[in-house]
């Protein structure tokens, strides 16, 4: 490997063609796994600088998110999942019925070794049923 490429390894604003986005279980301190909500919302952007949040002006850029995102299907005209809780007067428990959700799916980021992060790599997170 060239200096070039090791200097293009980590996070980019985009996929280059022949790259391919792989998922992982491993999350955010800061999820509670079973609530699916970050416990520190109003604070998340300071404590994490890099946590995204997402806008009207960014959803173009996340390309990094699964088909199953609905901020994605939005963004592609898609619409909202018939499990979305929007669409379930607020509830979520049809969402994690259909697994649909992380509930109880991810490892803290810092209970993993990231030399070993090929370890966490999961297939779940692109399962979009409608």
Known sequence: MDDEDEEAEGPTDYIKP?????FTNIACRYLDSHKCACTVYEQRTVLVPDCVKLTQD???????????????RLHEGRGLPSWHPLLNNGKKSLMH??????RNKTISEDAVDMEKFEDYIVTWAINDLD
């Open 97 to 102: 019925k259909k697994q649909m959700s992380v």
């Open 18 to 22: 022949d790259e391919q986005i792989h």
């Open 58 to 72: 960014n959803l173009k850029d996340i390309f990094f998110m699964p088909n199953s995102c609905s901020y994605r």
